[in-house]
Nanobody, 118 residues
């Protein structure tokens, strides 16, 4: 059974940094792509960062508004994926989710609140 457990997040000042982590059991990040999403109140989730699997070159992709500020990375030894968020802005405040997908099922982390004070 796949389980994704998120950690990190919390409160940061505008211009500050936070790191989100997503640890997996029953799933190997090394061999698969992973995506971070965020969700504003009353809005649909939107993708923020995507790290492809080895078949696609382990390439990172970012939503335009976070390019140069967010970094997605994979720690294969710890089977964990992180999202480093720098220069946080008030519009980055949201609930963040990690997501992976097998051939049959989509799995989500439990969500992590990010609050940015201006």
């Amino acid at each position: 059974q796949v389980k994704l457990v998120q950690s990190g997040g919390g409160l940061a000042q505008s211009g500050g940094s936070l790191t989100l982590s997503c640890a997996a059991s029953g799933f190997t990040f090394r061999d698969n792509s992973v995506t971070w999403y965020r969700q504003y109140p009353m809005k649909e989730r939107e993708w923020v960062a995507w790290l492809t699997g080895p078949g696609a070159g382990n390439a990172p992709y970012y939503k335009e508004s976070v390019k140069g500020r967010f970094t997605i990375s994979r720690d294969n030894d710890r089977n964990m994926v992180s999202l480093q968020m720098n220069n946080l802005q008030p519009e980055d405040a949201a609930v963040y989710y990690c997501k992976v997908q097998t051939s049959t099922t989509i799995y989500w982390g439990q969500g992590t609140q990010v609050i940015v004070s201006s």
